[in-house]
């Protein structure tokens, strides 16, 4: 069984410009959600989709945006890049019960902000 | 506002001994705790979880305790192997939602021989 596949897996961005990052979950999982790691901060959660709808949102601002389509699959974008916005970027799926919570995450996007 | 911490950045213990990371949380309403490991430039992949209906989960050599009155959790790793090194992240999620996960910011685990 294949695991998340995230893509790019390295991306260099100066300020200003927008970025957009994909998410390929495990077969037959239809939540996904997006982390963002950065240096002593941990992760931090970004947002959730389930079944195209987003299900939860994280303290981050309106620049940070995310879909979700039929096939499961998700992007999240990222506009008027900031510095700060440089970071593992992690994407995680499961099957959306309410379980023990375990989720399976991807390798990472790490983007830099130049 | 860190609802999850985990005070150690790092810890450095012999092979075979006990490794004993530590989380602290302030969230009386978070339901599941979980642990993750992380590799350089893997994503983490989940250890163990414990409800916060009970206050220990074992499995294999991996150990978590849960002390809600303190709110306080610990892995145990016994013994400790070198593949062991690697970031170790503590996270709790709430009731509100399965997928949305805080974590603390993690702690550098290193085995040495």
């Known amino acids: 069984k294949a695991g998340v596949t995230q893509t790019p897996r390295y991306l260099i961005k100066t300020r200003g410009q927008q970025v957009t990052l994909s998410c390929s979950p495990i077969?037959?999982?239809?939540?996904v959600s997006w982390y963002q790691q950065t240096p002593g901060q941990g992760l931090q959660f970004l947002f959730e989709y389930f079944s195209e709808t987003q299900r939860n949102k994280g303290n981050f601002p309106g620049r940070f945006s995310g879909r979700q389509f039929s096939n499961s699959r998700s992007e999240m974008n990222v506009s008027t890049l900031e510095l700060g916005d440089s970071a593992l970027y992690l994407c995680a799926s499961s099957q959306g019960q309410r379980h023990t919570g375990e989720l399976f995450f991807g390798e990472g996007s790490r983007l830099t902000v130049l | 506002d860190q609802q999850v911490k985990q005070n150690s950045p790092s810890l450095s213990v012999q092979e075979g001994r006990i490794s004993i990371l530590n989380c602290d949380y302030t969230?009386?309403?978070?339901?599941?705790f979980l642990w993750y490991k992380k590799y350089p430039a893997e994503g983490p992949t989940f250890l163990i979880s414990?409800?916060?209906?009970?206050d220990k989960n074992e499995d294999g050599r991996f150990t978590v305790f849960l002390n809600k009155s303190a709110k306080h959790l610990s892995l145990h790793i016994v013994p400790s192997q070198p593949g062991d090194s690697a970031v170790y992240f503590c996270?709790?999620?709430?009731?509100?939602?399965?997928?949305?996960?805080?974590f603390g910011q993690g702690t550098r685990l290193t085995i040495n021989p």
């Open positions: 077969s037959g999982h239809r939540s």
């Open positions: 969230n009386s309403m978070f339901d599941y």
């Open positions: 996270a709790a999620r709430g009731i509100q939602g399965a997928q949305k996960l805080v």
């Open positions: 414990i409800s916060s209906i009970k």
